[in-house]
């Protein structure tokens, strides 16, 4: 089984988030970067795949010189190789378009994809590379098990689960669920020293075809001042909460 999980380099929940250029752009000044976390289960899940049923495990990003260090931590947890696309991930379409054609020339049985990156949340590119190899597609998948070219996923859905059997090539959109967060790895120190010397391929993209750009971003408002209500004034408490918080 040869398994291609895709890395997305995304801000540390912890940093500090701010934009430059009128708002336009991301300033990456003092930002932290990780594994997109829904990545990480699903690599870990990979992992799983690879010491049970002696899979291959290949992880892919597209980006810029600048994301080496976290497919290097990927490669630390145990993946056999990296592919870096170098090109800047501009938008949802673009990025599934590079990784389609790998995944589809490598023909991999079963492509992991996060259901969606914490930096954009975009979750448009684990659907649209499915579509792009012609594979079946689970998304939100808190489950998966195989047995030869069979498989059996379980998504999670609107007040309840879904199980859903398919044969590869699958693409499946991973999130908390599909293992617990006491299973993920952590790199030790010779998965570290591993990783110097696995294969890191940077490939040119086969095509640069953007079909959304960012305008702006905007940052929530700040929070307003507190304002302390007599504990005995409940028709106050009343008023305000009706008329400036509008929950009642």
């Keep these: 089984m040869k398994i291609l999980v895709c890395i997305s380099h995304v801000p540390d929940t912890t940093s500090k988030i701010n934009f430059k250029d009128n708002n336009t752009l991301f300033d990456n000044n003092g930002v932290q970067y990780v594994i997109n976390p829904n990545d990480e289960f699903g690599l870990t899940r990979a992992m ?8 291959t495990v290949d992880v892919i990003n597209v980006g810029g010189p600048e994301t080496e260090p976290t497919l290097r931590k990927a490669l630390a947890i145990g993946a056999d190789s990296a592919i870096r696309i170098n090109m800047a991930a501009l938008d949802g379409y673009s990025v599934a378009l590079e990784i389609s054609k790998i995944a589809k020339d490598g023909e991999y049985d079963l492509v992991i994809a996060g259901r969606e990156s914490i930096d954009y949340n975009g979750g448009m590119v684990p659907g649209m590379i499915a579509t792009l190899i012609n594979a079946s597609f689970i998304n939100n998948c808190i489950g998966l098990e195989v047995e030869g070219s069979s498989c059996v996923g379980t998504r999670e859905m609107d007040g309840g689960k879904e199980t859903l059997s398919t044969t590869f090539p699958l693409v499946i959109g991973s999130q908390k669920g599909l293992v617990e967060e006491s299973d993920l790895k952590i790199p030790n120190m010779r998965g570290i020293m591993m990783a110097r010397k696995k294969p ?24 307003g001042a507190v304002k302390m209500i007599d504990a005995e004034d409940i028709d106050e408490l009343i008023n305000l909460l009706h008329n400036e918080a509008k929950v009642i």
């Design 48 to 55: 799983w795949f690879k010491e049970k049923q002696n899979a």
């Design 200 to 223: 890191l391929n940077v490939l040119e993209p086969t095509s640069c075809e953007v079909k959304t750009r960012s305008k702006s971003f905007e940052k929530p408002a700040e929070k």
